[in-house]
């Protein structure tokens, strides 16, 4: 059974940064990565990145957002700059399995305010 717990998010001012950390257990396969949901939207994919390091991102965070994963310890990170108020959101880890399912974990916010 995969888990996945995430921590690092908070209140920045716009132009701030902030780390995202996943710590994920279970038989983790190929894909992680980073959803986000904005207050009244919908669930948007954010960033993903293979166990080989390849990653791709949604445009609006290009050039900002890095996403890096550590194999031996199953984690993944998303490194967040630049931060613009649109950012604002629950973030959540997710990683597929061995069997090709998809898990996430429960959340963690980020706000960026005045």
């Known amino acids: 059974q995969v888990q996945l717990a995430e921590s690092g998010g908070g209140l920045v001012q716009p132009g701030g940064s902030l780390r995202l950390s996943c710590a994920a257990s279970g038989s983790i396969g190929i894909v992680m990565g980073w959803y986000r949901q904005a207050p009244g939207k919908q669930r948007e994919l954010v960033a993903t990145?293979?166990?080989?390091?390849?990653?791709d991102y949604v445009n609006s965070v290009m050039g900002r957002f890095t996403v890096s994963r550590d194999n031996a310890r199953n984690r993944v990170y998303l490194q967040m700059t630049d931060l613009k108020f649109e950012d604002t959101g629950d973030y959540y880890c997710?990683?597929?399995?061995?069997?090709?399912?998809?898990?996430w974990g429960q959340g963690t916010q980020v706000s960026v305010s005045l």
């Open positions: 990145i293979t166990r080989t390091g390849s990653t």
């Open positions: 997710f990683a597929n399995d061995m069997f090709g399912g998809s898990h």
